[in-house]
């Protein structure tokens, strides 16, 4: 039965996100950062108990990232309807997403299979996101925490989206245009020069 606890932990990050943005939206602060805690927490103990467990699965691999971004999504997108963060931001972290779900299935469409893992400069983007949602919500329960802090939040988030972002699209460039001439190279001869000749 352990061997099945980081994918409940994952699981629960996810079905978090929902009541995470209805707090947000109703003003209900101090809730909302114990659910935002909580949910760091599962993220936390769900890697740690699969390497631990010797726990890993195809079903983990898939869910880890998608129970990451709905629960950054949703904060953003809360908090940007409630006017504690400007809407660009929100706008920002989302088309980031947006162009590597774009990149990744036009990769498997067009090139082949695709392994997907996420990079170290991505990593450290969703640490910046999640660090920066928590202050956020922190903010509207502490008072002590400074409007400095929110604006250097403010600009790492945009900073590391759109870094992390360019990573990811030079990758997958690249390795689509190696994957690219190194299956020109493997084509027959004849081939090759039965295309050229129809061209």
Not at 65 to 80: G, M
Not at 84 to 100: C, G
Not at 159 to 177: E, P
Request: glycine residues 8%.
């Amino acid at each position: 039965m352990l061997q099945y606890l980081p994918n409940f932990l994952t699981m629960s990050r996810l079905l978090l996100a929902a009541p995470l943005g209805y707090l947000v939206w109703q003003h209900e602060y101090e809730w909302a950062l114990a659910i935002g805690l909580l949910a760091g927490a599962t993220d936390a103990m769900d890697g740690f108990f699969a390497r631990r467990l010797h726990a890993f699965s195809r079903l983990g691999a898939v869910l880890d990232p998608i129970a990451d971004k709905t629960l950054i999504t949703v904060t953003f997108v809360s908090c940007a309807s409630t006017g504690l963060i400007p809407w660009y931001l929100a706008i920002v972290v989302m088309l980031r997403d947006a162009i590597i779900v774009a990149g990744a299935a036009a990769y498997h469409r067009f090139i082949g299979e695709i392994e997907f893992s996420a990079t170290p400069l991505s990593k450290v983007n969703m640490v910046v996101q999640i660090v920066f949602c928590v202050m956020v919500i922190a903010a509207q329960v502490w008072v002590w925490i400074p409007e400095t802090a929110i604006m250097a939040g403010s600009a790492a988030v945009l900073f590391f989206a759109g870094a992390s972002g360019f990573d990811y699209v030079m990758q997958w460039s690249i390795r689509a245009f190696t994957q690219h001439r190194l299956t020109d190279k493997q084509a027959p001869k004849g081939t090759r020069a039965g295309e050229e000749g129809e061209r």
